[in-house]
Each structure stands twice: as structure tokens, then as C-alpha cells.
């Protein structure tokens, strides 16, 4: 069964700009979280969508926003993009939805896109 | 506030002996914890899961057990090898935050030879 998958892998921007990010989870996983990843502020959940439906929002700004379509993939867009957005943006799917606390809840990553905001 | 601490940012130890991580955490009612390892340039892969009313979690040379008086979760590789060389995070999934779950800033481990 083929992995989580990101595109781009990397992405240079500069500021101001816009940024869409792309993530196809595993076959038949419905819930697709998407995560910051910086040195200084570690692993940031930024939401997750399971079944078209955003479920859960981390405290990040509304220029963060996400979507996910009816065959599970997801995208993720960053609007007027500040130095700050410079991080490694992390998928990851499961099969249930990761707040109910269950075994499907194990969450497959993806390799992530490393955007460099300059 | 809401905190998930991993005791160091980095582990150096003796191939062959046991290595233990400690992910420490105030202030969350826990579901469940997990721990996923991250080499370099690659997205994390999980490990384990152990819940709150579980002590203990153990995956071949893995074990994790789980505190809940100590807030408190401890992850040991034992008979480590230069390939356990990695950094770990500990991820707290807790039904008390909008942030469903938290991760660690994670412990760099490396196994020297």
C-alpha cells in the first residue's frame, strides 16, 4: 500500500505571496491532520479534516486554511506568506478520526514540504 | 499552562546498553500518548501508542509505560544499536485542548559504536 505523499517537496516563496500544499493520504484513510514543523517551536498541529469536514483547528492565524475533497486528499493554503512561514508542513492520515481515541487513530506521515519564505 | 516536555534535547549513549526518553506533561487529561521517531528530512513514523489506563506497552525492543499520577511517560530502547540513532517525540492525545494532539520538541538520540 503506497505511503502518504506531498507535493511539492519544496517550495521557495517570498513574502506576500500565497502557497498551496498538496497531500494524498494512505488508500481508505478518511482523516488527513496537517502539522507545522520548525526547530525553534517543534511539531504544531494546524488542523484536521475528516470527511470533508474541518474537525479541529490548532492556534494558528485564518491565513492558514485548509480543505480536503471527497476521494480524502487534502490541501493546505497559507495566504500573504511572512518570513515566520519558513517550516517543514507535515500530512498526516489516518483511518478514523484522531480525536475519538481509538486504534484507527495511528497516524501515518507523509515526507513533508520544506517552504522557505524569503 | 499546557505543557509537554522531553527531558533533553539530546542522548548520547553506548551501543548495547538501554536507552530511556522521558516525555513529562502538565495540565492535560491524556487519552492516549504516543511515540514516533523522525530521522532527518523525513516525516515521523509512529511506534507506539499506550493509553491511559495502560502501565506499560512493550513492541520488540521497544517499551513504553505511562504514568498518570507523574504525568509521566517513558520510552526504552533496549539493546540499542547505531541504527536507533534518530530523533523521538512523544505526541499526547487529550480530549481537554482544541489541539487534539500535542507533540514534544523531541530527544535526539545517537548510539555511538
Known amino acids: 500500500k503506497a505511503g502518504v505523499t506531498q507535493t511539492p517537496r519544496y517550495l521557495i516563496k517570498t513574502r506576500g505571496q500565497q502557497v498551496t500544499l498538496s497531500c494524498s493520504p494512505i488508500?481508505?484513510?478518511?482523516?488527513v491532520s496537517w502539522y507545522q514543523q520548525t526547530p525553534g517551536q517543534g511539531l504544531q498541529f494546524l488542523f484536521e479534516?475528516?470527511?470533508?469536514?474541518?474537525?479541529n483547528k490548532g492556534n494558528f492565524p485564518g491565513r492558514f486554511s485548509g480543505r480536503q475533497f471527497s476521494n480524502s486528499r487534502s490541501e493546505m493554503n497559507v495566504s500573504t506568506l511572512e518570513l515566520g512561514d519558513s517550516a517543514l508542513y507535515l500530512c498526516?492520515?489516518?483511518?478514523?478520526?484522531?480525536?475519538?481515541?481509538?486504534?484507527?487513530?495511528?497516524?501515518?506521515f507523509g515526507p513533508g514540504t520544506r517552504l522557505t519564505v524569503l | 499552562s499546557q505543557k509537554i516536555e522531553q527531558n533533553s534535547e539530546a542522548l548520547n549513549i553506548q551501543e548495547g546498553k538501554t536507552a530511556t526518553l522521558t516525555c513529562n506533561y502538565t495540565n492535560y487529561s491524556p487519552a492516549y500518548l504516543q511515540w514516533y521517531r523522525q530521522d532527518p528530512g523525513r516525516g515521523p513514523v509512529f511506534l507506539l501508542l499506550?493509553?491511559?489506563?495502560?502501565k506499560e506497552k512493550r513492541k520488540e525492543r521497544l517499551k513504553v509505560t505511562f504514568d498518570t499520577t507523574l504525568k509521566q511517560s517513558l520510552f526504552h530502547i533496549t539493546a540499542s544499536q547505531p541504527a536507533d540513532s534518530a530523533t523521538y517525540l512523544c505526541?499526547?492525545?487529550?480530549?481537554?485542548?482544541?489541539?487534539?494532539?500535542?507533540f514534544g520538541s523531541g530527544t535526539r538520540l545517537s548510539i555511538r559504536p
Open positions: 488508500s481508505g484513510h478518511r482523516s
Open positions: 498526516a492520515s489516518s483511518l478514523g478520526e484522531t480525536s475519538l481515541g481509538t486504534s484507527t487513530d495511528t497516524q501515518y
Open positions: 479534516y475528516f470527511s470533508e469536514t474541518q474537525r
Open positions: 499506550i493509553r491511559e489506563n495502560e
Open positions: 505526541a499526547l492525545a487529550t480530549y481537554s485542548s482544541a489541539s487534539k494532539i500535542i
